[in-house]
């Protein structure tokens, strides 16, 4: 009888170190895009405060997922980021000083108030997002970036030519773009709520389903523009040019001012 409960203990040990040992095998497998975005990000933190630093291709996001990962303030010197997906991460204020980050997804990531030195290794579409963000646009040739997908939100873009540059699905929210150059740019699915465009060039450019919602374009100008599902709620559109713009008035009735604008059929409003 004793060697049978002995037998059976035995049984129960080894089952327990077999399921154990089990959770410890696909714990990779949960890191790299099979569990919630939450149990990633607390699995790295705690990899991190244990010495680790080599998170290549660590997956932080699904497509669809809209909870983004929250890195803020985070430590991540000397981390190997390679290939890694943090789409919509927010980074602001993480310190990346020495981390290496080349190839990996950064679209819609936040990179304000980020630390980073020479030993950091960013593609160059990034680095330019965070030289934006965070030292400012104001004035600068933008011609031929690709600014697709950057979170811009808040940053100073006054008298930046961006004229033809790609901004579609970027996030500009409260952004300043006071006497910026958007001739023909695209800027398909953008966010510029609340942001600054006064006396901004829009000439024929693509504001496709853009939300301008509480956005200042008093005198800019949008001859031409398409403004096809755009939001113009609470907009100050006073004195701006909207000759052969694509809009509708169902649109344009909902604008907190249009006081001396031109209309897409060259009427001054009152």
């Given at each position: ?166 901004l579609s699905w970027a996030e500009l ?98």
């Open positions: 009888m004793k060697r049978k409960n002995w037998l059976l203990v035995a049984g129960v040990a080894l089952v327990t170190l077999a399921l154990v040992l089990g959770c410890v095998a696909i714990l990779p497998g949960f890191l790299l895009g099979y569990h919630t975005s939450s149990l990633r990000l607390s699995i790295i933190k705690i990899r991190y405060s244990l010495g680790e630093r080599d998170f290549g291709g660590i997956r932080l996001g699904e497509e669809g997922d809209y909870l983004a990962s929250d890195l803020s303030g985070f430590n991540l010197s000397e981390a190997d980021l390679r290939e890694a997906y943090l789409t919509r991460c927010d980074l602001s204020g993480a310190n990346l000083s020495g981390a290496d980050l080349r190839g990996a997804n950064l679209q819609g990531a936040s990179l304000h108030g980020v630390s980073i030195d020479s030993g950091t290794q960013l593609d160059a579409k990034w680095l330019l997002v965070w030289e934006l963000v965070n030292e400012g646009g104001s004035g600068r040739d933008l011609r031929g970036a690709d600014l697709t997908y950057a979170n811009l939100s808040g940053a100073d873009l006054s008298g930046a030519n961006l004229s033809g540059v790609d929210r409260s952004a300043r773009l006071i006497g910026a150059d958007l001739t023909r740019a695209h800027l398909r699915d953008v966010d510029l709520s609340s942001s600054d465009l006064r006396r901004a060039r829009l000439t024929r450019a693509s504001l496709w389903l853009d939300d301008l919602r509480d956005a200042n374009l008093s005198g800019a100008d949008l001859t031409g523009a398409i403004l096809a599902k755009t939001r113009l709620n609470g907009a100050n559109l006073s004195g701006a040019n909207l000759s052969g713009a694509t809009v509708t008035d169902a649109q344009l009735a909902v604008a907190q001012s249009l006081k001396g604008a031109t209309m897409p059929d060259g009427t001054v409003h009152e």
